[in-house]
């Protein structure tokens, strides 16, 4: 995944927390938002002569959702529930949760499928976004070989 496609991708799943996200697209929008954290900064200063101005708190406010979003759903592909960013960030002041979040962060996802959904680094990913669909579910016992086909014979 690029740049633009974590991009995309994280407004595009704005406020969802359900699903995966691989190391590529939380560090891509990682990267994203302090690019866009530092650029409000910067205006605040040329306009207001301030650092933390009206711009960095609209900026701040407005990725704010998306931010923890992306981590939870980078929690769910190493496996993890994403309930764990609430002790994560409340750590992170005594420098604990820095090291957790980050050996954590830079961990690479499962392979195949977990009980979050799909691996979202797979070819065929959009045709299993969600792992409670329906038909992802039987495409997925199938592979596995959990459906076992049996030839129906009419009787006469």
Known sequence: MNFAESISSCFSQYASFRGRASRSE????????????????????????????????????????????VWVRRLHDINVSGWWWIPIALTTFIFVGVIWWLV??????????????????????SLKKYSDDKSYSDRKKYADGEFKVVKKVKKY
């Open 26 to 69: 939380y560090w891509f929008f990682t990267l994203f938002y302090f690019l866009v954290i530092f650029g409000a900064m910067i205006l605040d200063i040329i306009l207001f002569d301030i650092m933390y101005g009206l711009f960095y708190f609209i900026t701040w406010i407005a990725l704010l959702i998306p931010c923890i979003c």
């Open 104 to 125: 954590w962060a830079v961990q690479k996802g499962d392979e195949g499928s977990n009980e979050y959904g799909a691996n979202p680094l797979e070819d065929d990913y």
